[in-house]
């Protein structure tokens, strides 16, 4: 027996090791990152379901007006509430985050609450908070980051142990019997030839949960932009809301505004994210900052940013599905399904394997 044959070579023990970790970890941490997934896979069709869950929020023309803004915002910023997104075709409400997580929909005629949700009562908002922080606030996310992590490493070792020497194609087989080498065969074939798109998934996952170091990371190889927020500057006036969002809509041509930052009671500075034309982020990365009285202060193009930057703003686009249309949302839907099949075809070959049925 040559030594790269021995069982003690350095190589067999590396990959009994691997084997052993791949299982076990698999076993433990995929089951979390199955579950994970799988609420990813629902929440990429998040606006539709609110849709279909609530039609009474769909039965309106996506108009902002001024007038319904003032209203909204002199009634609600009391109780919280810190941005809105504008009436757009997809949600032609207003729709309000609030201080304490929960949302509000309002109505673009008259600004009267349509309806109120929240992670308690929303079985949709539920699972975005399984999805973000496993329910469990900023503790729940550093949990969620360190099986992210374990997964990241649970795909590559798979892929490791995987590798043929010789005719790959013959190893992307599925096989249909028996049934310890049908598991075997589906469960690495699978997660070959899906591994490009769930690698991708499960890192820009974990780049959203360390978002600071990710940033900080990119920024320093490939280029980074600090835009400072112009000072805010005290005023006893009520913005001009119709002014204000006649001249934000002008202010960067081509792109679409779709959140204002509610300001403080007194704050003369108001604050809004839009689309620009190339932005793949649903909200948009750009910015647009303007005094109560509607005169521009500040317009940031995110797209002239440098690619560090711009490759920190596309890790959220890429995780939720919404660069290049229907067919990668799909396959993003898809892939929050894989680590699920994984977990189960891995569980079924270490059964059979060790002759239980």
């Not at 995780?319 to 399904?337: E, K, N, T």
Request: proline share 6%; charged share 15%; net charge positive.
């Amino acid at each position: 027996m040559t030594a790269s044959a021995s069982p003690r070579s350095p190589r067999r023990r590396l990959r009994a090791a691997l084997s052993w970790l791949h299982l076990w970890c698999g076993l433990v941490v995929g089951s979390v990152f199955a579950l994970v997934a799988l609420a990813g896979t629902v929440l990429v069709f998040h606006v539709e379901l609110l849709r279909l869950q609530h039609p009474q929020i769909t039965a309106h023309q996506p108009v902002a007006d001024g007038r319904v803004l003032a209203r909204i915002v002199e009634e609600w910023r009391p109780h919280g509430l810190r941005s809105l997104d504008l009436p757009r075709t997809e949600l032609p409400v207003w729709q309000g985050y609030f201080e304490d997580g929960h949302r509000g929909y309002f109505s673009p005629e008259d600004g009267s609450l349509l309806l109120a949700r929240s992670h308690r009562d929303d079985w949709l908002l539920w699972l975005h908070e399984l999805h973000v922080e496993l329910l469990g606030g900023e503790a729940g996310k550093e949990v969620l980051g360190i099986a992210g992590w374990i997964a990241l490493g649970l795909l590559l070792t798979g892929l490791y142990l995987w590798w043929p020497k010789r005719n790959w194609l013959a190893q992307l087989k599925f096989h249909a019997g028996p049934p310890t080498r049908r598991w075997l065969s589906w469960h690495r074939s699978s997660g070959v030839v899906l591994l490009p798109l769930v690698l991708l998934i499960a890192l820009t996952g974990v780049g959203m949960v360390y978002s600071q170091g990710f940033r900080t990371a990119l920024t320093a190889l490939f280029g980074g932009a600090t835009h400072d927020t112009p000072l805010a500057v005290g005023t006893a006036h009520a913005p001009d809301w119709s002014r204000v969002l006649g001249e934000v809509q002008a202010a960067l041509p081509g792109a679409q505004v779709n959140r204002l930052s509610v300001p403080t009671r007194g704050d003369g500075i108001v604050g809004f994210r839009a689309r620009a034309p190339g932005e793949w982020h649903p909200v948009g990365r750009s910015e647009i900052h303007l005094d109560a009285t509607g005169s521009i202060l500040q317009v940031v193009d995110a797209t002239a940013d440098p690619l560090g930057t711009r490759m920190h703003q596309a890790i959220y686009p890429l995780h939720i599905g919404a660069v290049g249309g229907w067919l990668y949302r799909i396959a993003v839907a898809i892939s929050g399904l894989v680590p699920a099949f994984l977990l189960c075809t891995g569980f079924l070959f270490w059964r059979r394997r060790r002759g239980k049925h």
